[in-house]
């Protein structure tokens, strides 16, 4: 093959019976990649469905050591996966290169299971990991790949063991269900033979391994150096259990101990977080939480948030429709993606949520949506200066992690970690403002004397548990994943003098540091921040490898874009605020000085009101245009599907809106996603018969497929209107008034786009907007015919 789709195949970089890995050239974005070929004719269609299934859920893992998914589809024909190209070699080279000095190891196993827990975190487990599926890149840094796809790749009608013999777990080699503690058993398998320079199960006979496997417990082997102690065998050694009940329970945990193993004390958790007194302290904190309304609000927002982004099935679909729900946080999520520091991924003219999703990627919406969802709900008006300054401060650490991180696919995360590393505090001041201040107070009157005293010292005596993890505590309640929260915890001491090797403890740095910056921002006069700023940036340039006047350009930049940032979320702070100093927006002279504000509105609309006319027109010109940009840009249907019914909820102010499509076994429409109030399990309920029953009339919606007429039904309880109505629909969705729009290719019927509101009436349609929605449909028609070829 000289090309493969619109990819260029340079030279074959490996492969065997079930794929083949090529280096390609993609010239729509003129980058190498790894593009991975699956060879159909060894396994079955449906596995072929369920193996590019799975790569699209790995391409949402979004990890710096995960070599990340770019695409999951068929070129020409052929299933494939496009990775990013990762150059350099694998694990397996270093293992031939002899033993390693068990820090070493230990600090690239610690990046290999952070890694892990990750992956974990989103429901996906590797179930192959050996050292060849970990790759080395330019920085020495291992990268995992092949994440959960070469295992699934299996005739599913077979009872076939899956992974690699010498790596695979006892249970993975019975058959059993795909869990955790199987990337777990790996990891300690591949850290015991990085430290011994050799292999732990070494028998070439496949049956004669797995027979080994299952029956035999693994020993760590003797290693003839100092630093291999009792404590690291023993680590490694739970982590070889036979038993999985015995193994160690999470990639997290066994990253955690190794982590308490490399740094001792200094790692362990902040004062006032350890031990029943602080177990229970914060159990009475939680249980003061809940009782507020607010918390179980944000609580169930976040949950369904993450959920939703890491959901292998409609995950964009679903992740749009949650964020619909809520009217503020939609335009603010628009308004923020259509900020210049979006720009870069096609930012500026976004009209709708499922694009913004395509264009700026799931992790970025979430953590968009997650601080936006934070800010929300936490309104307060007894003390909301305090608590705008302490989020626009928080806001302002993680720009700037996010802009010392440069280009790089981390940088969302970054800004998430250094933002929810102030979470405790957050939530202290929101819903304990009288504790809050307390701390405050024991921290100011302690400075200048001999003994200062530190936050987390004070937090935890007023509390009985630092702000640190309370933070900590409640984002594992949330289901965020491990590796946010493991950045949450701020490394103690002084910066190192060398860049930290582990990829976690690099991030936790760069966090901090962020963190230090905007206190440093907020407390200080300009001209004094300057000097400290480059000051704080001399003490962290070895440990994040940037120099001291790049930090501080870093900083201005990060204050210009924060100031787009919160005009985006309409964050309002008073002009005489120190908070003023984390925005560096200068007014023009003789204009308003209110131009040079930022400000938070304490209004959270809930409800879908009616959009006037002429903004429900606008609206759907402007998703029309969006999607004539997708369009050009892409074949996904579902991609412009989802944009269509989008673009139709937000303007119309609809209750629900619907997508069908024929089912040719049945010769129905069945009803497959869309938005609004119970759509998940209403949709699968829509069925509208394409051949009526033996002398039986078509009830309404067959007719108006059969006739292709675009349908609008104002008053649906009118007994000549209701009497046509099936009785499923009179019994689940029970609208006031819908509109029916067909979909036919060569006049016959394939889809429909279904859409009500609650109240007879409700809907109201002018030549314009019918004319608009026409087109929708019409471009609904097209993406079918363009993905038919």
């Not at 159909?40 to 990340?68: F, K, M």
């Not at 694990?91 to 290169?97: I, M, P, T």
């Not at 305090?386 to 981390?410: D, I, N, P, V």
């Not at 001291?548 to 930049?557: K, L, P, R, S």
Request: charged share 25%; glycine share 8%; hydrophobic share 45%.
């Amino acid at each position: 093959m000289r090309s493969l789709g619109r990819f260029k195949l340079i030279r074959k970089l490996g492969g065997g019976a079930q794929a083949v890995v090529w280096l390609a050239h993609d010239p729509r974005l003129d980058r190498e990649v790894a593009l991975k070929v699956l060879n159909t004719e060894a396994t079955t269609p449906d596995a072929v469905d369920e193996w590019l299934h799975e790569g699209r859920a790995v391409s949402r893992l979004n990890h710096v050591g995960i070599v990340p998914v770019y695409e999951a589809d068929r070129f020409d024909g052929q299933a494939a996966l496009v990775f990013e190209l990762v150059r350099g070699g694998t694990l397996s080279r270093v293992l031939g290169e002899g033993p390693q000095p068990p820090r070493k190891a230990v600090e690239t196993m610690v990046q290999v299971l952070d890694a892990l827990a990750f992956a974990h975190a989103a429901g996906i487990v590797h179930r192959d990991l050996k050292p060849g599926n970990v790759l080395i890149d330019a920085q020495g840094r291992p990268r995992v790949t092949d994440f959960g796809i070469a295992a699934r790749v299996t005739d599913q009608s077979a009872a076939q063991v899956v992974g690699t013999p010498g790596y695979i777990s006892p249970e993975a080699a019975r058959g059993e269900a795909p869990q955790p503690r199987m990337d777990v058993f790996a990891a300690a398998i591949m850290l015991a033979e990085l430290m011994s320079g050799r292999r732990l199960v070494g028998e070439a006979d496949v049956a004669r391994s797995l027979h080994r496997t299952q029956h035999d417990d693994l020993e760590m082997p003797h290693i003839d150096n100092p630093d291999a102690d009792d404590a690291l065998r023993a680590i490694v050694q739970r982590g070889l259990a036979r038993d999985p009940v015995r193994r160690w329970e999470s990639a997290s945990a066994m990253r955690d101990a190794l982590m308490a193993w490399l740094h001792g004390p200094a790692d362990a958790p902040a004062e006032g977080g350890d031990g029943p007194a602080g177990a229970a302290a914060l159990e009475f904190l939680l249980r003061r939480m809940r009782a507020k309304a607010d918390f179980p609000g944000l609580t169930a927002s976040i949950e369904r948030i993450q959920r939703l982004t890491h959901s292998d099935n409609e995950s964009l679909a679903g992740l749009a429709n949650e964020i619909l729900k809520d009217v503020a946080l939609t335009k603010k999520l628009l308004r923020l993606v259509n900020t210049a520091q979006f720009r870069h991924a096609g930012g500026g003219s976004i009209s709708t949520v499922s694009r913004a999703v395509a264009l700026v990627g799931f992790g970025g919406v979430r953590n968009l949506a997650l601080s936006l969802v934070l800010l929300e709900r936490m309104q307060d008006r007894a003390h909301a200066a305090q608590l705008k300054t302490e989020f626009l401060r928080s806001l302002m650490a993680g720009s700037l992690a996010r802009e010392l991180s440069g280009a790089s696919r981390e940088g969302e995360e970054m800004f998430l970690g250094a933002l929810f590393q102030n979470l405790g505090r957050l939530l202290t001041e929101f819903y304990f403002a009288e504790e809050a201040s307390q701390v405050r107070r024991l921290v100011r009157e302690a400075q200048g004397t001999q003994a200062p005293i530190s936050e987390a010292t004070a937090s935890a005596r007023v509390l009985g548990i630092s702000y640190e993890e309370l933070g900590i505590a409640v984002a594992k309640r949330w289901g965020l994943p491990d590796g946010l929260t493991a950045m949450m915890r701020r490394p103690v001491g002084d910066p190192p003098d060398r860049p930290p090797e582990q990829a976690i403890e690099r991030q936790r740095w760069l966090a901090r540091a962020a963190n230090e910056a905007a206190d440093v921002i907020l407390h200080s006069e300009p001209d004094q921040a300057k000097l400290r700023l480059k000051q704080l940036g001399e003490r962290h340039s070895r440990a994040l490898r940037v120099p001291a006047d790049t930090f501080a350009g870093a900083c201005g930049q990060a204050q210009q874009k924060l100031a787009d940032l919160a005009d985006a979320m309409e964050l309002r702070i008073d002009r005489n605020s120190p908070a003023q100093r984390l925005i560096s927006v200068t007014p023009e002279p003789n204009s308003d000085a209110e131009l040079a504000t930022v400000v938070m509105q304490a209004t959270v609309v809930t409800d879908i009101q009616a959009q006037p006319r002429e903004q429900a027109s606008q609206q759907l010109a402007a998703g029309i245009q969006d999607i004539t940009d997708a369009m050009v840009q892409s074949n996904d249907v579902g991609a412009v599907l989802r944009m269509i019914l989008e673009t139709m909820f937000r303007a119309l102010s609809l209750k629900r809106v619907l997508f069908a499509m024929r089912d040719a076994r049945t010769e129905q429409l069945i009803g497959r996603f869309g938005l609004g109030e119970g759509v998940e399990t209403l949709a699968p309920q829509f069925k509208v018969p394409l051949k009526p029953a033996a002398g039986q009339a078509p009830d309404l919606f067959c007719a108006v497929c059969l006739k292709a007429v675009d349908t609008l039904i104002s008053d649906a309880t009118q007994p000549n209107i209701a009497q046509r109505l099936p009785p499923w629909w009179r019994d689940k969705f029970k609208a006031g008034s819908f509109l029916v729009l067909p979909l036919a290719l060569k006049g016959a019927p394939f889809g429909l786009i279904y859409a009500d509101r609650e109240q007879p009436g409700a809907i109201q349609l002018d030549e314009k907007e019918l004319s608009l929605l026409r087109t929708l449909r019409n471009q609904a028609v097209m993406a079918f015919r363009q993905s038919s070829g």
